[in-house]
């Protein structure tokens, strides 16, 4: 599958009138710095000017290529399929109008005449794939920065939004793959190859239904075994099932069934659209953590809130040695708690986190802090960030720095250092069970 993520070559099949699907998806390629050979190709010749650089446009396609795109109208494809396929390794299908609208007969009819090239397919109906570490962006959807999360969508539109709101979360991405009705290539198939992806740290997956239970459970299980694997099912009541049906031709099924996979292969399920991109900042720093959590923090409110959402999701407010709370109570103000959680109080400084960081990492009773940071205006936050990234701790630290605007030199701080900020306590204690849930192989939602 090489050929699709990191091709040295591609053919872009449909109009090239500024606006077309095909153009557009021309423009990524271009504009995202793909450095390999690009043809554009329709019956009717011509020029295209993008970004400064001018093609001309191929009646036909004359030479091989990794990897064709394909945006013509549905009826055309399997001929064109017929007619390109010696000179093809993969293709994938944007165009729509099979199966998910009743015509599963030249669904299968393009399959067949891949399958007779040796072809494999991605799509129909769907919204194209990117390599990132490739520069291959081979869609219309926004462009990424590179990254470790591998993003596999049975539907395009989830697709795209998922992609901008990863940027919106400073979500680095290895690839993108929409793959619609699944004719050929699926979920399974893709699951499979990110495991063995040098550049993917973790996988997310949305779907909606699958075709073969048995073989996307072999697959979710191999990958679960050598990376984290973030799924979101859509589809999960009978009227979420009937629309996922209708959508791309899939059997949704009953999401118990669903839900029980998930949990035996080891995979991260979340509830919405949002926890998927806050499970992959945690793994994107961290592989797992354990359950026993010291909660640090300047204000008590947020701690307090912390810790009940720690407990209702299964984890343990660490109990600190003897040692430690002496430690912490040589340096800390009297004012301040040396108990889970430790309050620093309001005006705590860069050396009271940076202390407080590196005395309760030690302690043998802790696998994993949750630091939280309400500045007050005559603090910087930046300062508290310092304090974080310069405390000597190795065990994993999931940050939640709250106030919007107060502190956000302070996030950007952390972002620059590889240091994801959760921003609120409860987003930060899920990050937490997320990576817990690694831990022990449980892949059961919170």
């Known amino acids: 599958?090489?050929?699709?993520?990191?091709?040295?070559?591609?053919?872009?099949?449909?109009?090239?009138?500024?606006?077309?699907?095909?153009?557009?998806?021309?423009?990524?390629?271009?504009?995202?710095?793909?450095?390999?050979?690009?043809?554009?190709?329709?019956?009717?010749?011509?020029?295209?000017?993008?970004?400064?650089?001018?093609?001309?446009?191929?009646?036909?396609?004359?030479?091989?290529?990794?990897?064709?795109?394909?945006?013509?109208?549905?009826?055309?494809?399997?001929?064109?399929?017929?007619?390109?396929?010696?000179?093809?390794?993969?293709?994938?299908?944007?165009?729509?109008?099979?199966?998910?609208?009743?015509n599963g007969e030249l669904e299968r009819e393009l399959v067949q005449r891949a399958k007779k090239h040796g072809v494999r397919i991605i799509g129909p109906n769907c919204a194209g794939i990117f390599g990132v570490h490739g520069r291959f962006f081979g869609s219309f959807e926004v462009r990424v920065k590179p990254g470790g999360l591998a993003l596999i969508s049975q539907s395009g539109a989830f697709g795209g939004a998922a992609l901008a709101m990863g940027n919106d979360e400073g979500v680095g991405f290895s690839a993108f793959v929409s793959y619609g009705n699944a004719a050929d290539l699926n979920e399974s198939d893709f699951l499979e190859y990110f495991a063995d992806d040098e550049n993917t740290r973790a996988i997310a997956l949305y779907i909606e239904g699958v075709k073969d239970g048995r073989r996307f459970l072999k697959a979710l299980r191999y990958a679960s075994s050598k990376k984290p694997v973030i799924v979101l099912k859509a589809g999960k009541s009978a009227s979420g099932a009937k629309a996922a049906a209708s959508h791309t031709g899939s059997l949704a099924g009953s999401y118990e069934i669903y839900r029980a996979a998930f949990k035996q292969a080891g995979a991260i399920e979340v509830e919405e659209m949002e926890e998927v991109f806050d499970a992959a900042k945690a793994f994107e720093m961290y592989a797992k953590a354990g359950k026993r959590v010291a909660v640090i923090t300047n204000s008590g409110g947020p701690g307090v809130l912390a810790t009940d959402k720690l407990e209702r999701l299964g984890l343990e407010i660490a109990k600190l040695g003897e040692?430690?709370?002496?430690?912490?109570?040589?340096?800390?103000?009297?004012?301040?708690?040396?108990?889970?959680?430790?309050?620093?109080?309001?005006?705590?400084?860069?050396?009271?986190?940076?202390?407080?960081?590196?005395?309760?990492?030690?302690?043998?009773?802790?696998?994993?802090?949750?630091?939280?940071?309400?500045?007050?205006?005559?603090?910087?936050?930046?300062?508290?960030?310092?304090?974080?990234?310069?405390?000597?701790?190795?065990?994993?630290?999931?940050?939640?720095?709250?106030?919007?605007?107060?502190?956000?030199?302070?996030?950007?701080?952390?972002?620059?250092?590889?240091?994801?900020?959760?921003?609120?306590?409860?987003?930060?204690?899920?990050?937490?069970?997320?990576?817990?849930?690694?831990?022990?192989?449980?892949?059961?939602?919170?």
């Open 1 to 102: 599958m090489d050929a699709f993520f990191y091709p040295s070559s591609v053919a872009v099949f449909g109009s090239f009138k500024k606006g077309a699907i095909a153009y557009e998806i021309l423009r990524n390629i271009v504009e995202g710095g793909f450095d390999g050979n690009i043809l554009p190709v329709n019956p009717k010749g011509g020029r295209v000017e993008i970004a400064g650089k001018s093609f001309e446009i191929g009646e036909k396609l004359e030479e091989p290529v990794d990897t064709a795109i394909i945006a013509v109208p549905a009826k055309i494809v399997p001929d064109l399929i017929d007619e390109i396929g010696p000179l093809i390794r993969g293709a994938v299908v944007i165009s729509a109008g099979f199966s998910e609208v009743g």
């Open 323 to 446: 040692e430690t709370v002496e430690a912490l109570r040589s340096f800390l103000p009297s004012q301040c708690s040396v108990k889970n959680p430790i309050d620093l109080i309001a005006d705590a400084d860069y050396e009271r986190y940076r202390r407080t960081i590196e005395i309760t990492c030690g302690d043998e009773n802790v696998d994993s802090l949750l630091v939280i940071c309400v500045p007050p205006i005559f603090i910087p936050s930046e300062e508290i960030a310092r304090a974080i990234v310069e405390a000597n701790c190795s065990k994993p630290i999931i940050v939640n720095f709250m106030a919007g605007e107060l502190v956000r030199e302070g996030v950007e701080l952390l972002e620059k250092h590889g240091i994801k900020n959760f921003p609120t306590p409860e987003k930060a204690a899920k990050a937490l069970a997320w990576l817990s849930r690694r831990r022990n192989g449980a892949g059961e939602g919170i």
